[in-house]
T-cell receptor, first 113, second 117 residues
Framework: GNSVTQMEGPVTLSEEAFLTINCTYTATGYPSLFWYVQYPGEGLQLLLKATKADDKGSNKGFEATYRKETTSFHLEKGSVQVSDSAVYFCALSARTGGFKTIFGAGTRLFVKA | GAVVSQHPSRVICKSGTSVKIECRSLDFQATTMFWYRQFPKQSLMLMATSNEGSKATYEQGVEKDKFLINHASLTLSTLTVTSAHPEDSSFYIC?????????????FGNGTRLTVT
């Protein structure tokens, strides 16, 4: 079946550091890929998405590129802020999975001032 | 933007009682809603797909009689945890797709923290 694997946390960074959270997926066909973010005390919300190979999703300084050759969708940000502290979930949705959204385990990010 | 409202945000109940959780789409119609369960430090596990006007579709391993789902209107789905036990304590989250397209992003409620004593 379809699945998502992302790096375990927590990840602790200082403000203005570079962030990478790795995400790889297994799916037949051509899934859509997502990053969701859960800020403390809030529900999940979409951060960015990509629907086909080589697409780059971007939002709030975060980026991720859909790499079909490596089945990856790594999340990056050049300079993190304290307000980026949250849990980040990589996810996919595909026709082969009945369009159910499958989530990775989540990576908690702490950014220190 | 599209809003999914979930109520209550927290509930504590005694073992053996039932608890109902409501999920509403406030500014869009949702023929399908999704119920997830989130364990501490773990990912979201899809429990079931709620279908307006028909039976819910449950994921493998999820007890239909334990987790009753009703989707009576285009804006409301409910999850009832029946005869709750401490092992049912968890964080339950509902979601829906406001945009057309089976691969469109999900919008989530803020979740319900259930504690069974």
């Amino acid at each position: 079946g379809n699945s998502v694997t992302q790096m375990e946390g927590p990840v602790t960074l200082s403000e203005e550091a570079f962030l990478t959270i790795n995400c790889t997926y297994t799916a037949t066909g051509y899934p859509s890929l997502f990053w969701y973010v859960q800020y403390p005390g809030e529900g999940l919300q979409l951060l960015l998405k990509a629907t086909k190979a080589d697409d780059k999703g971007s939002n709030k300084g975060f980026e991720a590129t859909y790499r079909k050759e490596t089945t990856s969708f790594h999340l990056e940000k050049g300079s993190v802020q304290v307000s980026d502290s949250a849990v980040y979930f990589c996810a996919l949705s595909a026709r082969t999975g009945g369009f159910k959204t499958i989530f990775g385990a989540g990576t908690r990010l702490f950014v220190k001032a | 933007g599209a809003v999914v409202s979930q109520h209550p945000s927290r509930v504590i109940c005694k073992s053996g009682t039932s608890v109902k959780i409501e999920c509403r789409s406030l500014d869009f119609q949702a023929t399908t809603m999704f119920w997830y369960r989130q364990f501490p430090k773990q990912s979201l596990m899809l429990m079931a797909t709620s279908n307006e006007g028909s039976k819910a579709t449950y994921e493998q391993g999820v007890e239909k009689d334990k987790f009753l789902i009703n989707h009576a209107s285009l804006t409301l789905s409910t999850l009832t945890v029946t005869s709750a036990h401490p092992e049912d304590s968890s964080f339950y989250i509902c979601s829906a797709r406001p945009d057309r397209g089976d691969n469109s992003p999900l919008h989530f409620g803020n979740g319900t923290r259930l504690t069974v004593t």
